[in-house]
């Protein structure tokens, strides 16, 4: 477990017993227990101009360093210098751990392009294989996967599909998921895939009618670990589940820590504004924890 002295004094919790900050970290978020953390998250516009903001990267650091993968979503820098940014300064945070990133070819139609990222503690898990999946006419933006391995947990490898989905294109996107996780599943010859990210899976963007014609939402080997009431967004103003995480295979949903799969509200446990919360993103991640392996809860 890694306690920041930076994050004790920004909860301003210096005069607390240790016992006390344990349990006000592992209720925020900020440690995990035993556990191996995924989040899926949609970092709005994240080019250089977030990347050269202090105050939003100290808090993206803070967000990010709590997870062994981090998938992220809407990069939108082509000379890719904001993510070298943001791993330079994740590597400063967090010496305990080397964090490497694996990223997704531009994606988007017309001019607009963004990138998907997938963020990892290299000292704890490797990638072994990725591919980008779809097509143009398929997606807007080609979904993205990643085979990944790990001895820390309690399933050796898994296969993690992250999609941001057209908000006009949802429900179309969502159903073609289905034939993606198919797909992956014979290329890589697993059941254990976890669907996560902007899906755009909630409010006018999927009308309850359409529900009824999701195979991914209707296919009963399907998991959905965020509920239609649970609310992803930063704002007041609104109330949408727009990010899931999604999960097949059962040896992958035994590995899951029941409970565990819920938006982080970095509003909250970082006490910030609304204003500056939104300052980093109009989004919560979504999150899900994985039990550990036996050998790492040896270790710990």
């Given at each position: 477990?890694?306690?920041?002295?930076?994050?004790?004094?920004?909860?301003?919790?210096?005069?607390?017993?240790?016992?006390?900050?344990?349990?006000?970290?592992?209720?925020?978020?900020?440690?995990?227990?035993?556990?191996?953390?995924?989040?899926a998250f949609n970092i709005r516009s994240f080019g250089?101009?977030?990347?050269?903001?202090?105050?939003?990267?100290?808090?993206?650091?803070?967000?990010?360093?709590?997870?062994?993968?981090?998938?992220?979503?809407?990069?939108?820098?082509?000379?890719?210098?904001?993510?070298?940014?943001?791993?330079?300064?994740?590597?400063?945070?967090?010496?305990?751990?080397?964090?490497?990133?694996?990223?997704?070819?531009?994606?988007?139609?017309?001019?607009?392009?963004?990138?998907?990222?997938?963020?990892?503690?290299?000292?704890i898990v490797s990638v072994i294989d990725w591919c980008?999946?779809?097509?143009?006419?398929?997606?807007?933006?080609?979904?993205?996967?990643?085979?990944?391995?790990?001895?820390?947990?309690?399933?050796?490898?898994?296969?993690?599909?992250?999609?941001?989905?057209?908000?006009?294109?949802?429900?179309?996107?969502?159903?073609?998921?289905?034939?993606?996780?198919?797909?992956?599943?014979?290329?890589?010859?697993?059941?254990?895939?976890?669907?996560?990210?902007?899906?755009?899976?909630?409010?006018?963007?999927?009308?309850?009618?359409?529900?009824?014609?999701?195979?991914?939402?209707?296919?009963?080997?399907?998991?959905?670990?965020?509920?239609?009431?649970?609310?992803?967004?930063?704002?007041?103003?609104?109330?949408?589940?727009?990010?899931?995480?999604?999960?097949?295979?059962?040896?992958?949903?035994?590995?899951?820590?029941?409970?565990?799969?819920?938006?982080?509200?970095?509003?909250?446990?970082?006490?910030?504004?609304?204003?500056?919360?939104?300052?980093?993103?109009?989004?919560?991640?979504?999150?899900?924890?994985?039990?550990?392996?036996?050998?790492?809860?040896?270790?710990?």
């Open positions: 477990m890694d306690m920041n002295m930076q994050t004790f004094i920004h909860l301003g919790i210096l005069g607390m017993t240790h016992t006390a900050i344990l349990l006000l970290l592992l209720a925020g978020g900020l440690l995990t227990a035993s556990t191996f953390k995924i989040c250089r101009a977030k990347a050269s903001n202090r105050k939003v990267m100290g808090t993206l650091v803070q967000i990010l360093s709590r997870c062994d993968i981090s998938a992220v979503q809407e990069v939108r820098d082509a000379r890719g210098s904001a993510i070298r940014i943001l791993l330079r300064e994740l590597n400063r945070h967090d010496s305990s751990h080397h964090y490497r990133h694996l990223e997704s070819k531009r994606l988007g139609r017309g001019s607009y392009k963004e990138q998907m990222v997938f963020v990892y503690r290299k000292d980008q999946l779809g097509d143009s006419e398929a997606f807007v933006r080609a979904p993205f996967a990643a085979r990944f391995r790990s001895s820390y947990t309690a399933i050796l490898e898994f296969v993690l599909l992250l999609h941001h989905a057209s908000p006009r294109e949802a429900a179309h996107e969502l159903d073609l998921l289905f034939e993606v996780c198919m797909e992956l599943m014979q290329k890589w010859k697993t059941e254990n895939v976890m669907v996560l990210g902007d899906l755009n899976a909630a409010g006018a963007y999927v009308p309850a009618s359409a529900w009824a014609g999701i195979r991914l939402r209707n296919n009963p080997a399907f998991h959905w670990l965020i509920s239609d009431a649970v609310d992803t967004t930063v704002s007041h103003r609104t109330c949408c589940a727009y990010d899931r995480i999604i999960v097949h295979g059962e040896e992958l949903l035994a590995a899951v820590v029941p409970g565990s799969a819920k938006p982080f509200n970095f509003t909250e446990v970082l006490r910030l504004t609304e204003e500056e919360a939104l300052e980093v993103s109009d989004h919560y991640p979504v999150e899900v924890n994985l039990q550990l392996s036996p050998k790492a809860q040896r270790e710990l």
